[in-house]
């Protein structure tokens, strides 16, 4: 390919694909100030609605004053060409039949000719042209017809003024003259005469008319115009009226929204507009009311249980003394009370642990936590947190199958608050497993890793995906739990997750098992757009659907 040649037409390329892109842009931007400005769209459809009525308007008038000014102009061109007529009769009728035709016709021409104030001829209906035409079948081929401007006259018109019994016809017809076309009225009638058959034809220039509809017509359009603008204007000005309170009414609703709850609106005058911002205020205050409830309220409930789980540990302090040196002791109790004190050794951990997860999670809704990131590699967390799980795993039934990268996993965590999180989703996984694998797998890319916890146990039911990071809640309260958990595993990691800047997510299905993601930055304040993983296990999809990621050989197996 000669560069020379191609260089113009790439840059023919280049220059359509940008006219192309700014034309997109700018139509975007327009259907979104179209979507977002209700004076926009309010000014835009009055002025389609105000052009279509004037436009119709308009014509309607154009067509009015066209009519009338024609109608006028025929009443007066037929009354002249009357007058006309008697001029040739009487001009017609006092020549020697034995004169050439030419003559009398032309005699009869000037005489109309003369008988105006100027040389073309002028009356009620303005200037003329008159014109003598003689049809007899005898009159011979090299003889004169006319007299005037013949060609001006349509034959379509001639032959209707000789088969019809009016004796007065008019047609409007536009013929070249000079290079210029020129639109007359022509009145077409019969003159009685004894010695020949002469029509008489009078054609009215229309150049007058013509003018008086111009200026009508550009009357009509700058009318248009300025009434059109006008009316933008006067629409604009309204709409501005009623879309200015409106607007501060939604600044105000999105300051109060973002926190600021002694935001108002200023009331002015006593208008529905008014009334609007009053009916605004009243409700500001009553949620800002409920709101200051329901934080004290809250604050109340955080103190109480934060207070309570402090009181309560030092009492779990001498139970659990006590219950330490009864189990030392066991082998000497019969076999019931010996069962009864490892059930109570048992009962004191969950209850410590209940008081510890209340501690935390009253922290978390007070926002007194930090988070303390350092730079530390996932796998090993992930390792730490399968191995806290083994016992329950290896009691319960299921093995645990990991599946990690091969290269480092590093990411800027807190390590303790991930660890927890991997523990509690694989306790929770195990717990409703039934004794089928569990499996943990993990991803990264440049701004996000992600770790999945799948089971193939029981499932979620619908709507149930959204419920399990409430606080307390069970799917099945019947169900035996492995892990003798507190109800708080799920809530304090989802807060966790939050805590890191990432995100935990839930997917289950009656009988499939359940899935749980937790996507976290591999850098603090740096935002990821997608999850590496998908929600939906690569098992569940259907085969129509392709698998994003593909199917890694699983790296350990813990039975």
Same mark, same amino acid.
């Given at each position: ?11 023919? +390329? ?5 006219? $192309? ?80 035709? &030419? ?29 003598? +035409? ?8 090299? !003889? ?14 001639? !032959? ?28 077409? $009638? ?13 054609? /009215? ?8 509809? %111009? ?10 115009? $300025? ?64 709101? &200051? ?20 540990? #030092? ?9 330490? +040196? ?24 969950? /209850? ?36 806290? $799980? ?22 800027? +965590? ?42 193939? %146990? ?10 399990? /990071?409430? &606080? ?23 807060? =966790? ?15 499939? %098992?359940?899935? /749980?993601?937790? #996507? ?18 690569? =098992? ?20």
């Amino acid at each position: 390919m000669n560069p020379a040649a191609s260089g113009p037409g790439q840059w023919l +390329v280049r220059t359509a694909r940008g006219l $192309v892109a700014a034309g997109r842009r700018r139509s975007s931007a327009f259907s979104e100030l179209w979507r977002r400005s209700l004076q926009l769209r309010v000014v835009v459809s009055t002025l389609a609605l105000g052009s279509a009525v004037i436009f119709v308007l308009g014509m309607v008038l154009q067509n009015q004053i066209t009519e009338r000014l024609l109608a006028t102009k025929e009443e007066a061109a037929i009354a002249q060409t009357r007058i006309a007529v008697q001029i040739a009769e009487r001009e017609l009728g006092g020549t020697s039949p034995f004169d050439p035709i &030419r003559d009398r016709l032309n005699s009869a021409l000037n005489k109309l000719t003369s008988s105006s104030p100027d040389q073309s001829g002028a009356g009620s209906a303005g200037a003329f042209e008159p014109v003598l +035409v003689n049809d007899a079948p005898y009159i011979a081929p090299s !003889d004169v017809r006319a007299a005037g401007p013949y060609e001006s006259i349509p034959q379509s018109l001639r !032959d209707f003024l000789l088969n019809t019994s009016n004796r007065t016809v008019s047609q409007i017809y536009t013929v070249d003259r000079n290079g210029e076309r020129v639109t007359y009225l022509i009145v077409g $009638v019969t003159v009685a005469t004894a010695n020949t058959a002469v029509q008489l034809y009078m054609l /009215f220039p229309l150049a007058a008319e013509q003018r008086t509809i %111009g200026v009508v017509q550009s009357t009509l359009v700058v009318g248009g115009l $300025v009434l059109l603008l006008l009316l933008a204007g006067i629409t604009n000005l309204v709409t501005r009226q009623v879309v200015l309170p409106v607007r501060r009414a939604a600044r105000a609703a999105e300051r109060f929204a973002d926190g600021e709850l002694g935001e108002r609106m200023v009331v002015a005058g006593e208008d529905d507009v008014a009334r609007l911002a009053e009916s605004y205020n009243e409700m500001a205050a009553s949620i800002e009311r409920q709101i &200051r409830q329901l934080e004290d309220f809250g604050q109340l409930q955080r103190r109480f249980t934060s207070d309570v789980s402090h009181e309560l540990r #030092t009492p779990l302090t001498t139970v659990r003394m006590a219950a330490d +040196v009864l189990h030392a002791s066991r082998a000497q109790f019969p076999a019931g009370l010996a069962r009864s004190t490892e059930l109570l050794v048992d009962e004191l951990d969950r /209850f410590e642990s209940l008081l510890g997860d209340l501690l935390e999670i009253s922290r978390l809704d007070a926002g007194v936590e930090e988070l303390i990131a350092e730079h530390a590699d996932l796998r090993a967390i992930a390792r730490r947190a399968v191995e806290s $799980v083994r016992v329950i795993a290896r009691n319960a039934g299921s093995e645990i199958v990991l599946d990690l990268p091969e290269g480092d996993a590093i990411a800027e +965590v807190e390590s303790r608050r991930v660890e927890r999180i991997l523990r509690n989703l694989l306790a929770n996984a195990i717990d409703h497993g039934e004794g089928k694998p569990v499996e943990l797998r993990m991803v990264l890319d440049e701004n996000a890793v992600a770790v999945t916890v799948r089971d193939h %146990g029981v499932g979620l039911r619908t709507g149930e995906a959204d419920l399990v /990071f409430n &606080r307390f809640w069970r799917a099945d309260p019947s169900r035996n739990r492995h892990t003798g958990g507190t109800g708080l595993g799920l809530a304090i990691s989802l807060e =966790d997750a939050r805590l890191h800047g990432g995100g935990l997510d839930a997917w289950g299905e009656p009988g499939e %098992g359940a899935c /749980f993601r937790l #996507t976290l930055p591999r850098n603090q304040g740096v935002q990821y757009e997608d999850s590496p993983l998908p929600l939906l296990p690569l =098992d569940a999809r259907p085969m129509t659907q392709p698998a994003p990621l593909p199917i890694s050989v699983p790296e350990e197996v813990y039975p």
